[in-house]
């Protein structure tokens, strides 16, 4: 049995492709702008300011007042975190329903001509040849395939133009003899009313229908063929 992805349109997998690609390129720049965000954002703890500069702090403030000042700093550089933190998911959420409905329309677009190619392949029948796709836009892929198919269409319209012309002087040209051929033999009937020359217009007169409905179905056979 065939997998889920031969099930799938080409629609559906190309906006699956693209929306990943474009959930993957805004998980990235979100997430690389939190990272560089929170780096530069330090804790102001001993361990990441200059000794000059927690001595100054203790000696302006004193060690209870520098802890408690520390302790104000790191809720602020939290709550601040904690908003972009948010934020930043709030964001990446709207970017993947936006990616992926971007996806989709780029998908629906790209696949046009070939939907219109489709479509007219349907379309297109004997009665219907002089048909074109006329594809405008770009010298690219599809409009070449396009081209391709329109001069598909124009060598079978000719085709079928050739076939019907033959037809039709096919049929001139075989039933005339025959409608010759049988009215002579009415006219000997009726003006040499013996036995023989009756018996033999009758039987010109019979081989020729004959002849003729057999014509008939040599270019019916032939019209269906063509």
């Known amino acids: 049995s065939q997998g889920p992805s031969h099930r799938w349109s080409i629609v559906a997998r190309m906006t699956l492709l693209w929306a990943l690609l474009f959930t993957a390129t805004?998980?990235?720049?979100?997430?690389g702008t939190y990272a560089l965000v929170a780096r530069s954002v330090r804790s102001p703890g001993p361990e990441n300011a200059p000794a000059e500069v927690v001595d100054a702090i203790q000696t302006n403030l004193g060690p209870e007042a520098a802890a408690r000042f520390a302790e104000v700093v790191e809720s602020a550089r939290n709550d601040v975190l904690d908003t972009l933190?948010?934020?930043?998911?709030?964001?990446?959420?709207?970017?993947?329903?936006?990616?992926?409905?971007?996806?989709w329309l780029i998908a629906r677009r790209s696949i046009a001509p070939v939907r219109r190619l489709t479509d007219a392949a349907r379309g297109i029948s004997a009665t219907n040849l002089s048909e074109r796709i006329a594809l405008a836009g770009p010298d690219d892929e599809l409009k070449r395939l396009a081209?391709?198919?329109?001069s598909m269409l124009e060598r079978l319209?000719?085709?079928?133009?050739?076939?019907?012309?033959?037809a039709a002087h096919a049929s001139h040209e075989l039933r005339?003899?025959?409608?010759?051929l049988?009215?002579?033999a009415e006219l000997t009937r009726s003006t040499h009313p013996s036995a023989?020359?009756?018996?033999?217009?009758?039987?010109?007169?019979?081989?020729a229908d004959r002849?003729?409905?057999?014509?008939?179905?040599?270019?019916a056979l032939a019209r269906a063929e063509g």
């Open 26 to 31: 805004t998980g990235l720049v979100v997430g």
């Open 85 to 103: 933190r948010r934020r930043s998911i709030a964001v990446f959420l709207v970017g993947v329903v936006c990616s992926t409905l971007a996806a």
């Open 147 to 150: 081209d391709t198919f329109d």
């Open 157 to 166: 319209e000719l085709s079928f133009d050739s076939q019907r012309l033959f």
């Open 176 to 180: 005339t003899p025959l409608a010759v």
């Open 182 to 184: 049988r009215a002579e």
């Open 196 to 207: 023989d020359a009756a018996h033999l217009a009758e039987v010109t007169i019979r081989q």
């Open 211 to 219: 002849a003729d409905r057999l014509v008939g179905s040599l270019l």
